[in-house]
């Protein structure tokens, strides 16, 4: 150094340092490169990774819209609930209930009532007496003429439900059934001695027209006992909705 000339090698010293510079900056540029390439690939590395495909499919599923329609399949005759034979009815409103006799004592539903008022009226135009015994009765009632009168008469359930239907499945819960006898000949009240009297004959002719049907005619599909007093009034919507299943049964209900 002491042998090149001063101005010489402050000129080279300069350069010396420009070109340091340059690789340094380079150096920093390129190490600036490196790591921003490294931190792409990490991203989409975590963007393409099971968890983040898992979370856009549930988010997917959650999203899809839901199916304008579910298709209602109607229950066949197999899988009607039934308890010893009787079908399941609910209790009517006790305000929606008129009065059929005098004292008050049996009622049905409005309609029911008017229409069973004017049965009688014809049949008694016709020397007929129909005369109401039971109409509407509540779920406690039933419960007593189910279980009380099988411990009184030393029964099984299966012979009670025979004659009469346990608690919440019988018909007179409805208000539109109502059990009838010949005020004449009162012996047949509530038997099958029923079926003689003229009553019977008269109901069996003319009960239609007032929209009134026999619930258990012999050999029903519910495999109830025949009875010829106990009728049903289907004359309005409601009523047929009421029996429906009843009415469309298929072959005999078993436990």
């Not at 099971?50 to 856009?56: D, K």
């Not at 008129?98 to 020397?127: C, P, W």
Request: charged share 20%.
């Amino acid at each position: 150094m002491n042998d090149i000339p001063e101005a010489l090698r402050e000129t080279s010293i300069s350069q010396a340092k420009i070109q340091s510079k340059r690789r340094l900056l380079v150096r920093s540029i390129l190490g600036i490169g490196t790591i921003l390439i490294l931190g792409g690939a990490f991203f989409l590395r975590l963007m393409s990774s099971p968890s983040t495909t898992s979370s856009s499919s549930t988010t997917s599923v959650r999203l899809s819209p839901a199916p304008k329609s579910i298709p209602v399949v109607n229950p066949s005759p197999e899988q009607l609930e039934n308890v010893l034979g009787h079908l399941e009815y609910k209790q009517a409103p006790i305000s929606e209930l008129k009065a059929i006799t005098s004292d008050g004592r049996v009622r049905l539903r409005h309609n029911a009532a008017e229409q069973f008022i004017e049965m009688q009226k014809a049949a008694r135009y016709q020397g007929v007496v129909l005369t109401p015994i039971s109409g509407f009765r509540t779920v406690s009632e039933q419960n007593y003429l189910f279980f009380e009168i099988q411990r009184q008469r030393n029964q099984n359930p299966s012979e009670r439900a025979e004659v009469s239907a346990p608690p919440n499945y019988s018909e007179h819960h409805t208000g539109y059934a109502v059990d009838i006898g010949d005020a004449k000949i009162p012996a047949t009240h509530l038997s099958l001695d029923f079926e003689k009297t003229a009553a019977f004959s008269w109901l069996k002719n003319n009960a239609a027209k007032y929209s009134f049907e026999l619930s258990f005619p012999p050999d029903n599909d519910q495999g109830i006992s025949y009875e010829p007093w106990h009728w049903r009034y289907v004359g309005d919507q409601e009523s047929l909705e009421t029996f429906y299943r009843a009415r469309n049964l298929q072959q005999p209900l078993s436990d």
